[in-house]
């Protein structure tokens, strides 16, 4: 699905330096890397502030945490995402409730999120899937008419730009009172193992974050709140510094692999490819087809047996998930979520493929139909 390797052999020699420099200089942890990485990032996104973190369900836990939440409390979250998104807020006693999400952009729908507010709400997790921002601008009016907390899990969209009604533009994670993304090595900006990030533009957020982030410290062996152990390591932050520059290049890289797809299956009877948001850009972390009157698993299958690999994001929405069967509501129905489980599958996507990849892989899914 990924080509790290060949990506990696592109940067060798940057990468190579800068990791012998952490261990020379043995700055495992907190190296001045660490902050050099975070601050081009706040440049890159527009955010204020960026704290690092472990990884990015670490970076949704510290979000709540820093929130004043309280056992009970409900937090939405879409019922079709990874489940990192609701594992943190079921760890921290909170309550998960299930949103359906739109079929054509695969985040939250707009339209029934407002009926799932109840008094207790106290956060909204929208999930900007597969590369393409949620429509902010309504969710951040119910939010406010709420008076709720605005959580962006980033994780597979950072870079991915939303424009408002009015033409102001804001980059993925910039725009709820917390963004988080992950840096795990297949997302569009991956180190060489995990770690994570928090973004705000409020600062009284920003420094509870930290603190909760480093075991609620407030100077040092001073414990002002509970909070947890979660740390960018030195050594994937130089990685991440190096690799920061390159992420506009692979995102267009992405892209142009996205747009061949697009070209390939225009017009066929039995695939929709990625529908494309009129306002937001698309950073394609996944290459998802929704497949019509066509046996999913065959194809999927079909493809195994010609060496092309393809991935089903995800196979059992949250509310079927055993560990989550119980935070179902009266009244909910999933429909689409669940019709999607059955429906897509996502081919591969990177920043290495050439043409005659994207070739055989577009024509052999193809023959698939014949
Ligand atoms: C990858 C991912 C996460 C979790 O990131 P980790 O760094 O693996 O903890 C959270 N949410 C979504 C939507 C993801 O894709």
């Avoid at 119910?142 to 008076?147: D, E, F, G, Q």
Wanted: aromatic share 10%.
């Amino acid at each position: 699905m990924v080509d790290l390797k060949s990506q990696y052999q592109k940067i060798k020699n940057e990468v190579d330096k800068a990791v012998i420099e952490v261990m020379e200089n043995a700055s495992f942890i907190n190296g001045p890397a660490v902050k050099e990485f975070c601050d081009d990032l706040a440049v890159f996104s527009g955010s204020n502030f960026v704290i690092p973190c472990a990884n990015g369900t670490d970076a949704i836990q510290v979000a709540m945490m820093a929130m004043d939440l309280q056992p009970g409390d409900e937090v939405i979250v879409p019922v079709w995402t990874y489940v990192a998104t609701a594992e943190v807020i079921a760890l921290l006693k909170l309550k998960p409730v299930f949103a359906e999400v739109n079929p054509n952009t695969f985040c939250i729908d707009v339209d029934q999120l407002e009926k799932k507010i109840s008094p207790k709400t106290k956060a909204i997790v929208p999930v900007h899937l597969y590369g393409q921002c949620s429509d902010m601008e309504p969710i951040m009016k119910i939010a406010t008419k709420y008076n709720v907390y605005v959580i962006e899990d980033t994780a597979q969209a950072i870079g991915a730009v939303y424009t408002f009604s009015d033409g102001t533009k804001k980059q993925a994670g910039t725009i709820g009172h917390v963004g988080t993304t992950s840096f795990f090595p297949s997302k569009n900006l991956g180190c060489y193992g995990d770690g994570g990030a928090i973004y705000t533009q409020d600062e009284e957020l920003a420094k509870k974050m930290k603190m909760i982030a480093h075991h609620g410290e407030r100077i040092k062996y001073y414990h002002d709140v509970i909070g947890c152990n979660s740390r960018l390591d030195t050594m994937q932050a130089v990685v991440l510094k190096i690799k920061l520059k390159h992420l506009k290049d692979y995102e267009k890289n992405r892209n142009a692999v996205a747009n061949f797809y697009d070209k390939a299956f225009e017009g066929h009877p039995n695939i929709a490819t990625p529908y494309r948001s009129s306002n937001s850009t698309h950073v394609f972390h996944q290459y998802t087809l929704k497949l019509i009157n066509a046996d999913r698993d065959a194809l999927k299958e079909f493809l195994a047996s010609k060496n092309i690999p393809s991935m089903i994001y995800y196979p059992v929405p949250l509310h079927h998930q055993l560990a989550y069967k119980d935070n179902l509501q009266p009244g909910d129905s999933f429909e689409i979520s669940e019709l999607l489980a059955k429906s897509v599958i996502s081919l591969p996507i990177h920043t290495e493929m050439d043409e005659e990849q994207l070739n055989y892989i577009a024509e052999t899914v193809k023959s698939f139909f014949l």
